[in-house]
């Protein structure tokens, strides 16, 4: 059974930085495409940071140059380094993660920029 466990969304001021945790229940290395997600309220759920299978990385447009997605291979995390936090970045974050074409998802956390 893969798990998903995110970790450090907050209230942040905007312009501030947050840096989010996703802990993985088997090694991530087992994973085609691993990333973030994140879902505002009334608003679909939209992709924010990817990895793909190749090692490559995405990103969506709005986050270009804030956001960093990156990974720790040993200690089975990911993570999602966000700076320059602007009000419509407020979302609940979710991680993600394809398992031969198996989507896995965390219970998300949430994110809050406002002043």
């Known amino acids: 059974q893969v798990q998903l466990v995110e970790s450090g969304g907050g209230l942040v001021q905007p312009g501030g930085s947050l840096r989010l945790s996703c802990a993985a229940s088997?090694?991530?290395?087992?994973?085609?495409?691993l990333g973030w997600y994140r879902q505002a309220p009334g608003k679909q759920r939209e992709v924010v940071a990817y990895f793909t299978s190749g090692g490559s990385t995405s990103y969506v447009d709005s986050v270009k140059g804030r956001f960093t997605i990156s990974r720790d291979n040993a200690k089975n995390t990911l993570y999602l380094q966000m700076n320059s936090l602007k009000p419509e970045d407020t979302a609940v974050y979710y991680c993600?993660?394809?398992?031969?074409?198996?989507?896995?998802w965390g219970q998300g956390t949430q994110v809050t920029v406002s002043s």
């Open positions: 993600n993660a394809d398992l031969y074409s198996r989507y896995y």
């Open positions: 088997i090694s991530i290395f087992n994973f085609n495409g």
